[in-house]
């Protein structure tokens, strides 16, 4: 049975944080922004763990520094209008949205101004993004790529003709790696890189990376995989032939990584800006990698990620400076 379908997989609903108290709503959050300390607030200047609660403000001070601080400032939340429980309402949104969730709905569901859900989402993305795990895979990994934008328009309207409108996208490629989960054959971790081309020097830079030396590599017949022979013990699928070869040789867990990748784009994003690829491919890599988690523990998580994570230099008065984030993920990656 789809995994979604279980009883195991709602443990969390809309309705349970509904009945929360603010004050279990404020102890869920502060467990996950300080699990260290089982949830008692940590001083973010000094690291302090004795603190006076200001009760009226919802505020802490560090008895050693006198630093003031809340339960969001200093992480990616910092200064975020929104109260504690719409926190952990959008973080359960996008739980249970297992092929992503646009601007648009979160702003329906919750009420917001559509930038303010299309920074949070943003700002989610960042978190996953920056707290990747990336340790170096062994087994069996599976490498493929796959191509983004650099179609023009069909020129039916005027403006679209070519006179007007000869600028494609830019064409990048998705390359993925996906480790197999050696108990049931299904994703067990996966790493995405965007790169200009499906070029041997770029995949042999981010193989190297992050797979180690003499691990399985399955890839298709392109040409750009053959020089990874030299490093990892690599099995090949002609997909002229068939989806897998006479050994059982696949990539389907990159076939499944790339396939959702299309539904969150078009049935979500709708324009994918390509400075934005490398993190939207990420949400849907970690997606996958949690696809049999309950939705509690994935709202958790994603919450206790961006409640670790420092304050956002790319998404920090974005709207204020309307230019839109100088440095990407992207570019910061790069
Ligand atoms: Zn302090």
């Given at each position: 049975m789809n995994f979604l379908l279980t009883s195991a997989a709602k443990t969390f609903s809309l309705t349970a944080i509904a009945e929360m108290s603010d004050e279990q709503v404020e102890e869920l959050l502060k467990s996950l922004r300080w699990p260290e300390t089982e949830g008692r607030p940590v001083c973010p200047e000094c690291g302090c763990d004795a603190v006076y609660v200001l009760k009226t403000r919802s505020q802490y001070r560090c008895k050693r520094c006198g630093h003031t601080f809340s339960l969001t400032s200093g992480t990616l939340f910092h200064s975020s209008k929104l109260s504690l429980r719409t926190i952990l309402q959008i973080g359960l949104l996008w739980a249970n949205a297992a092929k992503g969730k646009s601007a648009l709905e979160i702003r329906r569901d919750i009420g917001l101004n559509h930038k303010s859900s299309f920074v949070i989402l943003h700002k989610l993305r960042e978190a996953l993004f920056k707290n990747r795990d990336v340790t170096p895979m062994t087994g069996s990994v599976e490498a493929d790529g796959m191509h983004v934008g650099g179609a023009i328009r069909h020129a039916n309207l005027a403006v679209d003709r070519p006179e007007q409108n000869t600028k494609p996208t830019p064409r990048l490629c998705v390359i993925a790696l996906c480790q197999r989960n050696p108990a049931h054959g299904g994703a067990l971790r996966t790493l995405v890189r965007v790169v200009e081309t499906e070029r041997a020097a770029a995949i042999i830079d981010f193989v190297g990376e992050h797979v180690v030396q003499g691990a399985t590599v399955y890839a298709d017949?392109?040409?750009?995989?053959?020089?990874?022979a030299a490093w990892f013990d690599l099995r090949r699928v002609n997909h002229k032939r068939g989806y897998?070869?006479?050994?059982?040789?696949?990539i389907n867990l990159c076939e499944n990584l790339f396939s959702r990748f299309r539904r969150l784009q078009f049935g979500q994003i709708h324009k994918v800006e390509p400075r934005y690829l490398e993190v939207y491919a990420n949400e849907i890599a970690y997606r996958i990698d949690t696809c049999r988690w309950d939705n509690k523990r994935i709202t958790s998580d994603i919450l206790g990620k961006a409640l670790r994570t420092g304050r956002s230099e790319s998404w920090r008065g974005y709207w204020r400076a309307k230019?839109?984030?100088?440095?990407g993920p992207l570019q910061a990656a790069a």
């Open positions: 017949e392109h040409a750009g995989y053959d020089r990874l897998r070869g006479d050994g059982g040789e696949n230019a839109g984030p100088d440095v």
